[in-house]
């Protein structure tokens, strides 16, 4: 991996985000990020992840200077499948592609393992909305936000005017998106986007165990819940009980759940 670290805690995989010196989420960074998702979520002894940042800046999003120079040869789509490296689709499929970065967001979304962030820094524009779709958020003081892209006469992407709305509310996305403003650490405590603040010599380490209590519980429920968790704001309440229904009788017939039933009958 040329952007990204990885280093395995028993079963909490660390993945340090490390394109310096700014830290921004080129197309390779954001490719190797994927990949070692996909790679996790069929390892086993993996049961949660932690995203961390190698550098003072946790991500900051697309790099604007190389974006606009290699912008005179081609479009914003050439760019992205270029950078990235979208070698399983067609021409075809690249021309006329409507996801865009989205295709990665949804494998990112795949991955059914518990993901938790530990924001070091600022997290800009794609950096902000790669932060969001991990399950929980721990910052340090040094920690901003903002969505950048109203600032350069952008909109959204990364399907972070999907969930901010669902995370701050509908007005408070508005206003973050519209005015591009910064976010601190104390609001982003009090709109719900961090979890906690964590003094940043601690932050990693507060992270890293958070994750090895996930990784502690029996994994089958644990990803079963962040399956339905993920999926729950888009559906009725008819179709998340029929969702959960099926993955509580698997749950119950895993060993874990009967080695726990056993010890409590004990007790």
């Known amino acids: 991996m040329d952007q990204i670290d990885v280093e395995q805690h028993g079963s909490v995989l660390e993945v340090r985000l490390s394109n310096e010196p700014y830290n ?6 954001f490719r190797e990020y994927v990949e070692t998702l996909q790679s996790a979520s069929r390892d086993d002894a993996v049961r949660a992840i932690v995203t961390t940042s190698a550098v003072a800046n946790w991500c900051v999003g697309g790099e604007l200077g190389d974006l606009s120079e290699r912008l005179t040869t081609g479009t914003l789509s050439d760019l992205l499948h ?14 006329f592609d409507r996801l865009g970065p989205g295709r990665l967001v949804l494998a990112i979304r795949a991955c ?48 972070i005017s999907y969930l901010l709305p669902r995370i701050v509310g509908e007005q408070v996305a508005a206003d973050v998106m519209l005015t591009a403003r910064r ?14 603040v964590v003094d940043g010599d601690r932050l990693r380490q507060h992270a890293l165990d958070y994750a090895e209590r996930l990784a502690a519980r029996p994994p089958f429920g644990t990803q079963a819940s962040v399956r339905l968790l993920r999926g729950s704001l888009d559906r009725t309440l008819e179709q998340q009980l ?10 119950f017939s895993s060993p874990e759940a009967q080695e726990a039933f056993r010890a409590f009958r004990e007790r």
């Open 183 to 196: 976010i601190d650490a104390a609001e982003a405590l009090r709109l719900g986007m961090v979890l906690e």
């Open 82 to 95: 270029e950078s990235v490296g979208d070698h399983d689709l067609s021409l075809l499929d690249r021309r």
């Open 112 to 159: 059914h393992k518990p993901m938790i962030a530990a924001v070091n820094g600022p997290a800009a524009g794609g950096g902000m909305a790669l932060a969001l779709w991990h399950d929980v958020r721990f910052c340090s003081e040094r920690a901003l936000f903002t969505t950048a892209f109203a600032k350069l006469g952008l909109t959204a992407e990364m399907g």
């Open 242 to 251: 029929d969702q959960e229904w099926p993955y509580q009788v698997a749950a």
């Open 24 to 29: 921004g989420l080129s197309g390779t960074m």
